[in-house]
């Protein structure tokens, strides 16, 4: 409850409550989500509009073997209540599969220490072929100098080939979360553009979650905004005669 409040106070309108599996600590089941309305009897309104905020579920599962990749390529009955599906690759190969062949949201990737592989354009092309986005973790940048080297270092390193298709992410601790201009501002550090770090926590956010619903649909979204006209199409639009009346 605390989290969400911050999260509410510092400008989000929408939350994901993140159930991590490690398949190296111990066996573990993927059970079903909880529900939101079980934890949080009310949901505070976002500032400046009248929707409550939106609180998603989201699975994260800590691959080290080629193993534990068949779990996501089951049909388990559990995976499709979650609204985003990430994976968290431990090797160069894994990191390959998880951008080529897995069904997933999010690749999320390591910043508290040296990557052991280099990042390759092919695996990361395809990955974004199949709007699939990559997820950054700016709380390490902020506790500590050394994960904050291995963390420019590694966006970086990122940033060079996948274009700014990537996403944030904070830890379950209140005063390390960050409003979303502070999270944009940490990701000019990372090599972002003004726009791609806006994006990072905005459009691609959002993206993510539509794939999400694509993927647990197995057909597509369909997603309409209404455009707004032109003053060129406004005067197109209007009758000869009227253009002639209101001009005289």
């Keep these: ?61 800590v691959v080290s073997d080629p193993s534990h990749c068949n779990l996501l390529r089951s049909t388990s009955a559990n995976i499709r209540l979650y609204d985003i599906i990430a994976v968290f690759p431990k090797t160069e190969k894994l990191f390959h599969i998880a951008c080529t062949t897995l069904d997933v949201d999010l690749v999320c990737i390591n910043v508290t220490e040296k990557l052991p592989f280099y990042f390759r354009r092919p695996p990361v092309n395809m990955a974004i072929d199949r709007g699939i986005y990559f997820e950054l973790l700016y709380t390490p940048a902020i506790k500590d100098s050394t994960m904050r080297r291995y963390t420019i270092s590694n966006a970086i390193s990122l940033m060079q080939i ?18 979303p201009y502070d999270v944009a501002n940490l990701g000019l550090l990372f090599g972002l553009s003004e726009g791609e770090a806006k994006a990072a926590v905005s459009t691609n956010c959002r993206a993510t979650v539509l794939h999400g619903e694509t993927r647990k649909s197995a057909c597509g979204v369909v997603y309409t905004v209404k455009k707004p006209r032109r003053v060129e199409e406004e005067e197109t639009a209007v009758p000869a005669c009227k253009k002639a009346k209101t001009q005289a």
């Excluded at 066996?27 to 934890?39: A, D, G, H, N």
């Design 1 to 61: 409850q605390n989290i969400l409040t911050v999260c509410f106070s510092v400008g989000y309108s929408a939350v994901a409550l993140n159930h991590v599996i490690d398949f190296k600590e111990k066996k573990q089941e993927i059970i079903k989500p909880v529900s939101p309305s079980e934890l949080f009897p009310s949901l505070p309104i976002v500032q400046g509009t009248s929707k409550r905020i939106k609180v998603l579920t989201r699975l994260t599962l």
């Design 162 to 179: 996948c274009k700014g298709k990537v996403s944030s992410q904070s830890e379950n601790k209140p005063l390390e979360l960050r409003g």
